[in-house]
C-alpha cells in the first residue's frame, strides 16, 4: 500500500506569482483534504475533494481553488500569492465513509518573498 | 465556529517521568477526536482516535481520554522516552460538511535524556 505523497517538496515565489501544489492520494482512497499550516500554528483546513466535486471548504478565498483528477490525485492552486500563504501545505487522503482514517503526506514548504 | 486550544504550549521534561497534554474545544457537537504527532518539517501522524462514544483509548504507553460535555481532552504518555520528542496536536472532526478537522495549535514536547 503506497502512502501519500506531495510535490514538490519545497517551492519559493515571489508575491503575485501563481503556484500548484500537487497530492497523490493512498491507493483504495477517494477523499482528499488540503490543510494549509503556518509556522507555529496548527492546521487549517483549506477544502476537500470528493468523486472530483470540492465537499467542504474552510475560510479561505476564491484564489485558493483546487482540482480532484479521476485517479484520486488532487492539485491546489492559489492565485496572486501573499507574504502570508508562505506556510507547509499538507494533504491528507482517506476513503469516504472513513473520515476519521485520515493519512497525511509529508507537506510542500512554500515560501513567499 | 470550533476553536481548539492546547496547554502547555511547550513542555519541557525529563526522560522517564511522565505527562499530561491537554486539549480543550469550545463546540461539543463533534464527531470523532484525533491526537496526531508532528516531526519538524514533517507530515502528521495519527496517535489515537477516540470517536465521540468513547471515553478513552489507549496504545502502548500513550492513553487519550475524551469527555464531550465539558470540552476537554487528554493525551497521557507513560515513561516518556526521548524519541517522544515532538509537537502534539489534537484535532476534532465533525461530519458535515466534508469531514473538517479543525486542529490546535499543538504541544511541543522535549524529553531531555
Known amino acids: 500500500e503506497t502512502g501519500v505523497t506531495q510535490s514538490p517538496t519545497h517551492l519559493i515565489k515571489t508575491r503575485g506569482q501563481q503556484v500548484t501544489l500537487r497530492c497523490s492520494s493512498q491507493?483504495?482512497?477517494?477523499?482528499v483534504s488540503w490543510y494549509q499550516q503556518a509556522l507555529g500554528q496548527g492546521p487549517q483546513f483549506i477544502f476537500q475533494?470528493?468523486?472530483?466535486?470540492?465537499?467542504g471548504r474552510g475560510n479561505f478565498p476564491p484564489r485558493f481553488s483546487g482540482l480532484q483528477f479521476p485517479n484520486y490525485s488532487s492539485e491546489l492552486n492559489v492565485n496572486a500569492l501573499e507574504l502570508d500563504d508562505s506556510a507547509l501545505y499538507l494533504c491528507?487522503?482517506?476513503?469516504?465513509?472513513?473520515?476519521?482514517?485520515?493519512?497525511f503526506g509529508p507537506g510542500t514548504r512554500l515560501t513567499v518573498l | 465556529k470550533q476553536e481548539v486550544t492546547q496547554i502547555p504550549a511547550a513542555l519541557s521534561v525529563p526522560e522517564g517521568e511522565n505527562l499530561v497534554l491537554n486539549c480543550s474545544f469550545t463546540?461539543?457537537?463533534?464527531?470523532?477526536l484525533q491526537w496526531f504527532r508532528q516531526d519538524p518539517g514533517k507530515g502528521l501522524t495519527s496517535l489515537l482516535l477516540?470517536?465521540?462514544?468513547?471515553r478513552e483509548q489507549t496504545s502502548g504507553r500513550l492513553n487519550a481520554s475524551l469527555d464531550k460535555s465539558s470540552g476537554r481532552s487528554t493525551l497521557y504518555i507513560a515513561a516518556s522516552q526521548p524519541g517522544d520528542s515532538a509537537t502534539y496536536l489534537c484535532?476534532?472532526?465533525?461530519?458535515?460538511?466534508?469531514?473538517?478537522?479543525?486542529f490546535g495549535t499543538g504541544t511541543s514536547l522535549t524529553v531531555i535524556p
Open positions: 484535532a476534532v472532526i465533525r461530519f458535515l460538511p466534508g469531514n473538517q478537522f479543525y
Open positions: 477516540i470517536q465521540s462514544s468513547q
Open positions: 463546540d461539543s457537537a463533534i464527531y470523532n
Open positions: 475533494y470528493y468523486r472530483e466535486e470540492e465537499n
Open positions: 491528507a487522503s482517506s476513503r469516504q465513509g472513513a473520515p476519521d482514517t485520515q493519512y
Open positions: 491507493s483504495g482512497h477517494n477523499t
